[in-house]
């Protein structure tokens, strides 16, 4: 009985000191995100780094265009060159009830294509110059019952493809991308008919402005349907006046744009899916005579998970630039060109934050107006490209 007791004294006096250690030892520090998060505050972020590879001139841009050799390409626009197209950085709180609001912010040579006028400039050849810094999304929202109200600069309702990269399956963008707005600035509602039934409408400075270059807005209608759960169905539609071309002077015409897409998807498996996309644009006042320009095309996406870390993409598209204002050459020889393009990208996908992506696409037009390196033209050009994407 007496050795129980020592050996239990003993052990108590060597746990003693363990254990006012352990209370001791100050308490771990948390984290900026876990700060965030306990605010209700998500952050996220990813880098885009690639390299591109053309057949032609595709710096150069278009043969003709207005300004000369207007771009062709939105973001892969080198004929063979590393580079640094994005980091991507949002913060947001939007609670489902209350005030809210989100940031985005988009580093990188992408940025220098999508800033909203004035901040966007052009160099003599068309081509956009100025800071790789843009603040791509700004607004505030309130958000009651099934209403959501934003204000303050965001996206277009418009396209299949977005301005983040992690938001695309393609490491190029479409020609249907670059024809319509990045973004708008104003007011946009949304109204949750049901769970599967969104109804938007909205007033905006117009196409890519952040401050409006006339007296005028633009109203923005929109709905999304999923009447069963494999399939989305996106309308959108933007009508109001708008300058001959997308970055005014005080000198150019004001006529009434109004542009109509279409974007659908069918999921037939979680490893199989179909995308569609139709639009259309015109403008008024654009032609010699005054009359409306206008253009249009449609897209098709198939894209199948081979396995959870090997994905294949499809793309084909075909676009009919009928007055040639899409690409600034109203007016030419070359106006009227209609394009084709196939895209084939294979992605591979190690991890849940990092996807690599190799891509190949020929793009086909029916007039020659391709630039070559040597000042020919061609009706066809090549590209390849790969990219890099790491979330965070």
Request: glycine letters at 10%; charged letters at 15%; a neutral charge.
């Amino acid at each position: 009985m007496k050795k129980i007791v020592l050996a239990s004294a003993i052990s108590a006096l060597f746990a003693a000191p363990a254990t006012v250690l352990a209370q001791a030892k100050p308490a771990a520090v948390p984290t900026l995100d876990k700060i965030l998060e306990a605010s209700g505050i998500t952050t996220s972020g990813y880098i885009d780094v690639g390299y591109s590879y053309a057949n032609r001139n595709i710096e150069a841009g278009i043969q003709g265009g207005n300004p000369p050799n207007a771009p062709y390409r939105v973001f892969d626009n080198q004929n063979n060159s590393f580079a640094l197209h994005q980091v991507g950085l949002t913060m947001a709180k939007q609670p489902k009830e209350g005030f809210g609001g989100l940031v985005n912010v988009t580093i990188g040579k992408d940025a220098q294509v999508i800033h909203s006028f004035p901040e966007a400039t052009v160099n003599g050849a068309g081509v956009p110059t100025g800071s790789m810094f843009d603040i791509t999304q700004a607004y505030l929202q309130y958000a009651g019952g099934p209403l959501t109200v934003i204000g303050g600069k965001f996206t277009t309702l418009h396209g299949t493809e977005v301005i983040a990269s992690t938001g695309n399956t393609n490491v190029s963008r479409s020609i249907l991308f670059g024809s319509v707005p990045f973004t708008h600035t104003g007011l946009r509602a949304t109204w949750a008919v049901s769970d599967t039934i969104s109804l938007i409408a909205g007033v905006n400075n117009g196409w890519d402005q952040l401050t409006d270059s006339n007296r005028a807005k633009t109203l923005e209608l929109g709905a999304t349907f999923n009447p069963i759960k494999p399939l989305n169905i996106a309308i959108s539609g933007y009508s109001g006046k708008e300058t001959t071309t997308p970055i005014p002077t005080p000198a150019q015409a004001e006529g009434t744009r109004t542009s109509a897409n279409l974007v659908a998807s069918y999921a037939f498996t979680d490893a199989f899916s179909l995308g569609l996309e139709y639009l259309s644009v015109s403008q008024d006042k654009v032609l010699a005579n005054g009359g409306k320009a206008k253009y249009s095309g449609y897209a098709g996406y198939l894209t199948y998970m081979v396995t959870p870390k090997w994905r294949g993409v499809l793309r084909l598209e075909s676009f009919d630039d009928h007055d040639g204002f899409r690409f600034n050459t109203v007016g030419l020889a070359k106006a009227q060109t209609k394009y084709t393009e196939g895209t084939v990208t294979a992605a591979y996908l190690p991890a849940d934050n990092f996807e690599l992506r190799a891509e190949a696409r020929e793009d086909k037009a029916d007039q020659a107006v391709f630039l070559g390196y040597s000042g020919s033209t061609s009706k066809t050009l090549m590209s390849v490209a790969l990219q890099g994407l790491y979330k965070f």
